[in-house]
């Protein structure tokens, strides 16, 4: 599991006219030569200029991740990336560098950087398919913004939809054309289980067209869509897993930082513009094993519960994957998971981590392994009930199932973040709903 790559082509921005004119496929040989002599100066130029809040991933960084995966996750049986594959202010970043492209161009430089980042990772695992979500910076019109049935997602739908079986091919490039999604049967030894792809930046309360208007009807098109593959994969007793990119329920670490004052009726910090996605998957703990999301570049963890369930093994369990960018001062990693392909339940999985930010002299090292960091017998909801159970009774955060979660949920450990709110970060983990949050958080 990989997530949040923010793959910068303007590292060196003297190269950026080398990249728009070449294909993606010599991309390599133009990166990994001798980098400009005014690279640094230039790039610093170039991120002031786009008011960048810090570095994504650049190339160095990036063919060391790579080296990463072929020296620890060797012998993959598939690959989920959960979106953001390229950097951020990306648009700006073209047109500063670009100030006299032609109509057309940004479009084709966006498709050839998901196109590079998508190849390199077939060639540090090959043989393994790869299965991508997109985020809400992978458009050709800036960043929180996309038009459903565009010409950007039926071409970029081509290549994340490349590994589908034949006989499912067709129908996961027409769904992806539409609005970002499609549907896959998750490869041998696994039985009868399929992943679920969701574009949910449609349902991001900061969603907009390529025009700049505000627009559901792409979000509402999405839940009929998961519903009606719940429903089947129900009737047909079969296991899914959901992949999307922006995660359901509160952000709660904005929430305290912003200052939200919930208890006096201000609404806490959402990722979504509704509770649809909660509500749409928490009822199907019985079909979704697993849930895949990430966008905080955060470790996290969390559980969905239908308001209606009586038995917590029903419940949903959703892994939030850690970034590869270090924009936030955090190390890369990847994480690698253990299955069970009857049953499709994560029991483990370890993240290997970065030594520096930069991917030059880097080492790459096991930071945790979930079962032994947790002492659960897997990422099962029932499990994850328990855990989240510890957590939440430990308000003090002295325990060292909550001293763990603290050191890994910033990888390079800050666990100073969430330290000084942990009842209310707690209250996040369980609770998808403003209400139920408000419930949890206003009794600290």
């Known amino acids: 599991m990989i997530s949040d790559i923010h793959f910068e082509p303007f590292w060196d921005p003297a190269k950026a006219a080398q990249l728009a004119s070449a294909p993606a496929s010599a991309w390599t040989a133009i990166l990994a030569s001798a980098p400009s002599p005014d690279r640094e100066a230039r790039f610093s130029a170039l991120q002031q200029a786009c008011h960048a809040r810090g570095d994504d991933t650049s190339y ?201 004052n919930i208890c006096a009726g201000q609404g806490p910090a959402m990722f979504l513009s509704s509770d649809d996605l909660p509500n749409a998957l928490a009822p199907y703990g019985d079909v979704v094993s697993l849930a895949i999301f990430a966008h905080t570049h955060m470790d996290e963890m969390r559980l969905l519960i239908s308001g209606n369930i009586e038995h917590i093994e029903r419940a949903v369990p959703v892994k939030l994957v850690p970034s590869i960018s270090p924009i936030d001062g955090n190390n890369s990693s990847i994480t690698i998971a253990q299955v069970d392909p009857r049953t499709a339940t994560l029991v483990d999985y370890r993240v290997i981590a970065a030594s520096n930010q930069t991917g030059v002299d880097t080492k790459w090292s096991e930071e945790y392994d979930y079962a032994r960091a947790y002492h659960q017998p897997a990422f099962s909801a029932t499990a994850l009930a328990t855990l989240i159970g510890e957590l939440r009774a430990d308000t003090d955060a002295r325990s060292p199932a909550s001293q763990a979660y603290l050191r890994n949920y910033f990888v390079g450990n800050r666990s100073t973040e969430l330290a000084p709110f942990w009842p209310i970060a707690t209250c996040g983990l369980i609770n998808m709903t403003a209400g139920t949050f408000r419930t949890c958080a206003c009794t600290h």
């Not at 559901?216 to 897993?241: G, N, V, Y």
């Open 60 to 260: 160095p960084l990036f063919a060391s991740s790579l080296g990463a995966m072929k020296a620890n996750a060797a012998g993959v049986r598939f690959v989920t990336v959960s979106g953001d594959l390229i950097s951020h202010s990306f648009d700006c970043k073209f047109k500063t560098v670009f100030p006299n492209a032609r109509p057309g161009d940004y479009h084709a430089f966006v498709e050839k950087t998901i196109e590079f980042v998508v190849s390199s990772l077939h060639g540090a695992l090959p043989g393994a398919p790869v299965y991508a979500s997109l985020g809400n910076n992978d458009s050709d019109c800036g960043d929180y913004q996309l038009d459903a049935n565009s010409p950007f997602l039926d071409e970029t739908g081509k290549m994340l939809t490349a590994d589908v079986p034949v006989s499912e091919s067709k129908q996961a490039r027409a769904d992806f054309a539409i609005g970002g999604n499609f549907s896959v049967t998750l490869p041998a030894p696994f039985e009868h289980t399929r992943l679920l792809v969701l574009d949910d930046l449609f349902m991001s309360r900061r969603y907009q067209t390529c025009a700049g208007k505000d627009d559901a009807s792409e979000a509402t098109r999405q839940i009929a869509w998961l519903r009606s593959q719940l429903d089947r994969a129900r009737q047909a007793k079969q296991k899914i897993w959901v992949m999307s990119h922006i995660p359901p329920g509160v952000d709660a670490y904005s929430t305290v930082t912003k200052g939200k």
